[in-house]
Nanobody
Framework: QVQLVESGGGLVQAGGSLRLSCAASEDTFSSYSMGWFRRAPGKEREFVAGTSWRGAFTYGAYYADSLKGRFTISRGNAGKTVALQMNNLKPEETAVYYC?????????????????????WGQGIQVTVSS
């Protein structure tokens, strides 16, 4: 069972940047697809970004359409961390951000956009963007 812990959240002004990090209890690089989701007050959880192993030492990254160009997902630290760089943040992006992991079988590098596709979740971390 993978345990996930998010860090790096906090308060930022509109237009600012934050970098979230997700620490996993084991190497997830070639075994799990990883994703970031968020839930804003009064809204449903939504997909933010994800990454899946594509063989060797490469991985693919995918994003919610509205976030392309501002958010970047990356993996590091021997496959135990997944980061989300968020730039030019907007007040409406205030939310609790969650890291998630989905077991990935060899050759199945398809994007996973639905929360139901993920098995393991972190506790979430608050991101507040002030106007």
């Amino acid at each position: 069972q993978v345990q996930l812990v998010e860090s790096g959240g906090g308060l930022v002004q509109a237009g600012g940047s934050l970098r979230l990090s997700c620490a996993a209890s084991e190497d997830t690089f070639s075994s799990y697809s990883m994703g970031w989701f968020r839930r804003a007050p009064g809204k449903e959880r939504e997909f933010v970004a994800g990454t899946s192993w594509r063989g060797a030492f490469t991985y693919g990254a995918y994003y919610a359409d509205s976030l392309k160009g501002r958010f970047t997902i990356s993996r590091g630290n021997a496959g135990k961390t997944v980061a989300l760089q968020m730039n030019n943040l907007k007040p409406e992006e205030t939310a609790v951000y969650y890291c998630a992991a989905a077991k990935q079988t060899y050759g199945d590098s398809r994007p996973r956009l639905l929360g139901s596709e993920y098995t393991y979740w972190g506790q979430g971390i608050q991101v507040t963007v002030s106007s």
